[in-house]
T-cell receptor, first 115, second 116 residues
């Protein structure tokens, strides 16, 4: 069955450092991958989309890589700030086994940026 | 403001009650979704509507009944729920349904449902 794994434990990073979050998948051939941010008591907010033919995507302090050979995406936040503390979700889509919205979500990684 | 508004934000109901969750999107999108989010579990897709027509029902128990009267409004009618149905219920919309283009989902802030 399709499976998505994200860092199961909370990730603690010192302010100013680069935070790197991992999304690994198996039994899946996604056409694209999306990253979302979710704050407590709020719905997820879309951050970035990267397609299977793209190696890297950047947006301000965010960078996403997508390696279809390793079946892995890395999500980087450079110069991290306490305001970046949140849960980050990866979602894969475009596989023929997907549902009508084509998205399969991971459980998310809780990121804590310490001052 | 996310462009997707859900009411109520919190709901406590007994197992014999009937209640409804409401969602409204102000983005002009063509697809709307209901998701369930439980602690330590991935988001679970419940229902998808495309242009007011239901296109997906992921084996959701009949005690959950969706309704989409137009492309801007979505309801989730609840009756005879179980305590394990307690969760955060999220509504989302996207420009296009389906997976081909990868249209991002725009979520509301959810309804926190507690079934006693």
């Amino acid at each position: 069955s399709q499976k998505i794994e994200q860092n199961s434990e909370a990730l603690n990073i010192q302010e100013g450092k680069t935070a790197t979050l991992t999304c690994n998948y198996t039994n899946y051939s996604p056409a694209y991958l999306q990253w979302y941010r979710q704050d407590p008591g709020r719905g997820p907010v879309f951050l970035l989309l990267i397609r299977e033919n793209e190696k890297e995507k950047r947006k301000e302090r965010l960078k996403v890589t997508f390696d279809t050979t390793l079946k892995q995406s890395l999500f980087h936040i450079t110069a991290s700030q306490p305001a970046d503390s949140a849960t980050y979700l990866c979602a894969l889509g475009g596989d023929s086994g997907g549902g009508a919205d084509g998205l399969t979500f991971g459980k998310g990684t809780h990121l804590i940026i310490q001052p | 403001e996310t462009g997707v508004t859900q009411t109520p934000r919190h709901l406590v109901m007994g197992m014999t009650n009937k209640k409804s969750l409401k969602c409204e999107q102000h983005l002009g999108h063509n697809a709307m979704y209901w998701y369930k989010q439980s602690a330590k579990k991935p988001l679970e897709l419940m229902f998808v509507y495309s242009l007011e027509e239901r296109v997906e029902n992921n084996s959701v128990p009949s005690r959950f009944s969706p309704e989409c009267p137009n492309s801007s409004h979505l309801f989730l009618h609840l009756h005879t729920l179980q305590p394990e149905d307690s969760a955060l219920y999220l509504c989302a919309s996207s420009q296009e349904p389906g997976s081909i283009e990868g249209s991002p989902l725009h979520f509301g802030n959810g309804t926190r449902l507690t079934v006693t």
